[in-house]
């Protein structure tokens, strides 16, 4: 959808969840220069993190409604770090809650609608001016995690709204760049119709959570890359394919290399003609297979060159050859049975919430590692991208969950009473759970640690997380779809590949294994830890 101006009615309408904003695509890195890729520093990358200027307000009658204008007074802000979470910086209070809503005995209210008088804006503001690489070129503005629901001005144009608060909402910004001082402000809202489907169970917090920045791309540019690492059907030679879309001004020449750990050239592809849609395949014999034992990945670079033969991007990807499959109703990784010793995994620390850092996620490696857990369930949304590349290097199997959770629409007081549940079959929610379904995919589709794609936590079910699952199968066939909603609603049962259940006793998971099953069983929730309060 495509707006120059900014609707104030967007927050309360299912159907709107992004204006102005970029398809999704990979998340792989690109490069200028081949000094650049070796030091693994984005020339074309300039960090919009640190203190931004900030005032918050109650609710939207109360913001400065117009403090993104290029000559808006400042004196009254103060300042807030990006990225964090208002909340946690002094800014309105900290609130968990689990299956009910957050306004339940506060406002009556039911789906798209929220309570206007309760609904906090933090209105965000940063001034830059340009770095030099990126001058002169195609500009993006990435924001890799907002909680709920936003709106971004450049010198006082519009540029976008978004919702879906954990994958990336990007933007192009070429025409609103000036010389010289650059103001962006952005406006956050913690209640929107998103709200009614991120109803996870979690502290509820607000605003610019992960990193901002600003990136350039050339005249020619690999926008996204989906890399097929299969194995042949007796488990020994890498598949390898690669799909590539290609942007901007497309013309020169494309060439590839794959290489082992070691460096040692296993494939490779001589320059071919650039253009929209290019792919590269080759049969790798004898390749070493990913797996948690041994996370081995193999090194792709694209060279993309213009038309005298100078190098004008490069690509590096990492490369993981396994098969996930399903073998006589047994998940099979590689041709063996493969068992999860799981946990669900929030992102959090006790300080920064859900802003977390690498020290943290490595924490989080080194505890499961030693403990024996080879297995993640990304509760209850896409983690940060840095993430799925330390579960790949070290070796844990991820179920990759899409943001979805209706908790409070369907499962009240403990009962189930699904009589207002979102989405549901609802035709005006289908768009924008789908785009969620593709924002993580598209974003993480090159992990090899990714062996399940999950369409959400705890929405019951209907028709609109069934189309979740029919586009994750339809558009990467080689993993499998998990959902535990089916368990309330048979009626939609082929959303899910698996036989998935929370909290399931000892004689129920044997009762169900001693029915000739046609699904295998994940208890995808065992024992639920606060604090300190894990026992059992």
């Not at 020449?253 to 050239?265: H, N, Q, R, V, W």
């Not at 369930?377 to 990759?400: F, K």
């Not at 990467?476 to 909603?485: I, T």
Request: hydrophobic content about 35%.
């Amino acid at each position: 959808m495509d707006q120059k101006t900014a609707k104030l009615e967007w927050l309360e309408d299912p159907r709107v969840f992004a204006v102005n904003r970029l398809a999704a695509h990979s998340d792989h890195c690109y490069y200028e220069t081949e000094a650049e890729a070796l030091r693994g520093i984005m020339g074309q990358r300039q960090s919009l993190n640190g203190t931004w200027k900030f005032s918050y307000a109650e609710n939207p009658t109360e913001r400065n409604e117009h403090f993104y204008e290029s000559d808006f007074n400042l004196d009254s802000f103060g300042t807030i770090e990006v990225p964090g979470h208002m909340e946690l910086q002094g800014y309105g209070g900290c609130q968990y809650i689990n299956t009910m809503y957050p306004w339940d005995g506060l406002s009556d209210i039911r789906p798209p609608h929220i309570d206007w008088q309760n609904n906090p804006v933090g209105s965000y503001l940063r001034e830059f001016e340009l770095e030099e690489p990126l001058k002169g070129k195609r500009l993006f503005l990435s924001f890799q995690g907002v909680e709920t629901a936003f709106y971004v001005w450049l010198n006082g144009t519009f540029i976008g709204y978004s919702e879906d608060s954990f994958t990336p909402s990007e933007f192009e910004i070429t025409d609103a760049v000036r010389p010289g001082s650059n103001r962006l402000a952005v406006e956050v809202y913690k209640r929107s119709s998103a709200s009614w489907i991120e109803d996870q169970d979690f502290f509820r917090f607000s605003g610019i959570f992960r990193d901002v920045y600003l990136y350039a791309v050339p005249e020619c540019h690999v926008e996204d890359l989906f890399i097929h690492g299969d194995v042949s059907d007796d488990y020994r030679d890498g598949l390898f394919r690669a799909e590539l879309a290609l942007t901007g001004e497309i013309k020169g020449s494309i060439s590839a290399i794959l290489k082992d750990k070691a460096g040692e050239m296993v494939a490779s592809w001589e320059p071919i003609p650039a253009k929209k849609e290019v792919e590269f395949s080759a049969r790798i014999s004898n390749a070493r297979l990913w797996s948690g034992e041994d996370p081995y990945q193999y090194e792709l670079t694209v060279i993309l060159y213009d038309e005298q033969g100078n190098m004008k991007e490069i690509v590096p990807q990492k490369v993981g050859f396994r098969r996930f499959e399903m073998k006589d109703r047994l998940m099979c990784l590689n041709g063996k049975r493969i068992v999860f010793r799981g946990v669900n995994r929030h992102e959090f620390n006790v300080q920064r919430g859900r802003s977390i850092t690498k020290e943290d996620m490595m924490w989080d490696i080194r505890f499961m590692k030693r403990h024996n857990i080879n297995a993640v369930r990304t509760c209850h949304y896409p983690d940060q991208s840095l993430w799925y590349e330390l579960c790949d290097e070290y070796g844990i199997y991820l179920i990759d969950e899409a943001n979805l959770e209706s908790h409070g629409s369907w499962q009240k007081m403990g009962a189930c009473e699904p009589s207002w549940n979102v989405p549901g079959s609802l035709p005006e929610w289908k768009d924008c759970v789908v785009d969620r379904a593709r924002s993580v995919l598209e974003r993480d589709k090159n992990h090899p640690s990714v062996l399940i794609w999950s369409c959400g936590n705890e929405s019951y079910a209907g028709e609109d997380i069934l189309a979740m699952s029919e586009f994750f199968k339809e558009r990467d066939p080689s993993r499998l779809v998990h959902y535990e909603g089916v368990f309330w609603n048979r009626e939609f049962d082929r959303t899910s590949d698996m036989e998935s259940r929370m909290y399931a006793k000892p004689f129920e998971v044997e009762e169900y294994l001693n029915t000739d099953p046609k699904k295998p069983f994940i208890l995808c929730e065992y024992m639920h830890a606060m604090g300190n309060s894990l026992a059992g």
